[in-house]
């Protein structure tokens, strides 16, 4: 009778391990990425929930007024025209930032302050346009009638767009 295991079922043993802690490994790795993207997401909302009130209150959305500025620099190369964002981005994007919206971040709108993008980058940052005038579906020309906001997802999900509900 032998005691003991052979060499090659201790290297099948230690193969199944190997196997099963590289899945689990792989599953858990984007983890990080996902919860980030939650973050986004919740995020985004809560802006497009103070913009709603901000509507509400002011019978307009806020004017972007063609800017670029974010927290990582005003001028940044995110700001460029041939930045992709996937995509283009447009002249007026703006990032979300104070200095665009002075009047959004009030205590009345249940905001105290914009939020910024877990990584903030030049490819990972929250962007708010607004479409304004006729051309835009508004009634009058000088008011903004509608936005969007937008994130780009880290799990490879392209973006996540937010638009106004007027």
């Given at each position: 009778m032998r005691k003991g295991f052979t060499l090659i079922e201790l290297l099948i043993?230690?193969?199944?391990i190997g196997?099963?802690?590289s899945i689990i490994v792989v599953k858990l790795s984007?983890?990080?990425?996902?919860a980030s993207d939650a973050k986004r997401k919740t995020e985004l909302k809560q802006v497009g929930s103070a913009l709603e009130t901000y509507y509400a209150q002011y019978g307009e959305y806020p004017d972007d007024n063609g800017k670029c500025i974010s927290s990582v620099g005003v001028g940044s190369s995110a700001c460029n025209d041939d930045q992709e964002f996937p995509g283009t981005v447009e002249d007026n994007w703006s990032y979300i930032d104070t200095s665009n919206m002075p009047?959004?971040?009030t205590s009345d709108l249940n905001i105290s302050e914009l939020p910024i993008?877990?990584?903030n980058d030049e490819w990972f940052f929250y962007n708010y346009?607004?479409?304004?005038?006729?051309?835009?579906?508004?009634?009058?020309n000088g008011i903004c009638c509608n936005?969007?906001?937008?994130?780009?997802?880290?799990?490879g999900t392209g973006e996540y767009f937010i638009q106004s509900s007027k």
């Open positions: 043993v230690i193969a199944i196997i099963l802690a984007g983890g990080r990425e996902r009047n959004l971040v993008d877990p990584i346009k607004s479409y304004c005038g006729t051309t835009h579906g508004c009634k009058r936005y969007e906001l937008r994130a780009r997802l880290e799990s």
